[in-house]
């Protein structure tokens, strides 16, 4: 478990690091957490101790001890992790991917209750959208319901005429990254509802 500490230590630390900056992709990482991603991302060994990670990741988003406008930093720092569990090629993640699509749906869909850099939110939802997409590449023909489910709750925030710009910019991104098939249907679907209205 001493890594996994690590781990915790890395991401605290890090969020100290990124606190405030302009752009979150700016490539701002201390050594400790560039070290314990990269172990994530190539150790067989880490194999044990993701579900301890995923776990850590949900507490952390759901998290509200953190500052309102430290949020896009925790979420960076969600999405980062989770890319280097997906490149892990050691990790069978099958047993995982409920958790994992409940982090990148809170963050592809979550809105801001501040006003704060536009290019660090649209990073953060197009970082979303790939991740989403990259999942249900690799997983549509053995789990289809993670393709039609991810469908649904995206189609559900573009229906709905009060959702808030931030969720629905994120709602953008996830049909985009979902594929050429997905946003055709989505798309055909909004034009004919536009001809159709009054």
């Not at 047993?95 to 006003?115: C, E, F, N, P, R």
């Not at 850099?117 to 993670?146: F, W």
């Not at 969720?167 to 004919?192: H, R």
Request: hydrophobic fraction near 40%; include cysteine; proline fraction near 3%.
């Amino acid at each position: 478990m001493a890594f996994y500490e690590l781990f915790m230590t890395g991401i605290l630390e890090q969020l100290k690091l990124i606190k405030g900056a302009k752009y979150l992709c700016a490539g701002l990482f201390t050594q400790q957490f560039k070290q314990t991603l990269c172990t994530i991302r190539t150790e067989p060994s880490v194999k044990s101790i993701v579900p301890h990670v995923l776990n850590y990741l949900l507490w952390l988003s759901k998290d509200r001890t953190f500052e309102p406008e430290d949020e896009l930093e925790c979420q960076f720092c969600i999405l980062t992790t989770l890319h280097q569990v997906l490149l892990n090629p050691y990790l069978e993640i099958d047993q995982h991917l409920h958790i994992i699509m409940i982090l990148i749906m809170t963050v592809l869909l979550s809105t801001y209750d501040y006003t704060t850099d536009l290019p660090n939110i649209v990073h953060i939802k197009t970082y979303a959208g790939k991740m989403l997409g990259l999942i249900c590449k690799r997983y549509e023909q053995k789990y289809v319901s993670v393709v039609t489910n991810s469908l649904h709750l995206v189609s559900k925030v573009i229906e709905d005429e009060n959702s808030h710009v931030d969720s629905l910019y994120g709602a953008i991104q996830g049909v985009f990254w979902l594929g050429g098939k997905v946003t055709e249907q989505i798309l055909l679907k909004y034009i004919c509802l536009l001809y159709t209205s009054p």
